[in-house]
């Protein structure tokens, strides 16, 4: 079973994740959170596996354009699952599950390379 990578086709990271599997040979399957929606159980496991402030990208552009209150209403596990599951933009990406059934947020090409043996 292939790992499959979570994620926004336009996102510059998820397009350096994607172009260095190809690189690498490494298959995967990409679910594109814009056309696919995020998956509800897919996400509470990676809730479970790396935690909400993990996945919650306060950084981005979907985070910075919540007013202070909708931020505050969001920034904990219950909003931000809530949040993730209505504008997926705010999730970090990429989420990849990989074949062991253990879960990655970012994309970190040395941890990947030692993952895969690529």
């Not at 596996?49 to 996945?55: F, H, P, Q, T, V």
């Not at 999730?91 to 993952?115: C, H, K, L, M």
């Amino acid at each position: 079973m292939p790992a499959t990578l979570y994620g926004i086709p336009n996102c510059d990271t998820v397009k350096k994740a994607r172009a260095w599997l190809a690189g690498q040979g490494v298959g995967y399957a990409f679910h594109d959170f814009k056309k696919d929606g995020v998956p509800p159980d897919r996400l509470d496991a990676w809730l479970r596996a790396a935690g909400w402030e993990k996945l919650l990208n306060r950084q981005g552009t979907t985070w910075r354009k919540l007013d202070a209150d909708a931020q505050l209403r969001y920034g904990n596990e219950r909003g931000a699952r809530e949040l993730m599951l209505a504008q997926p933009s705010v999730i970090r990406r990429p989420v990849v599950e990989w074949p062991d059934g253990s879960v990655t947020v970012g994309f970190d090409a040395g941890a990947w390379q030692a993952r895969t043996g690529a």
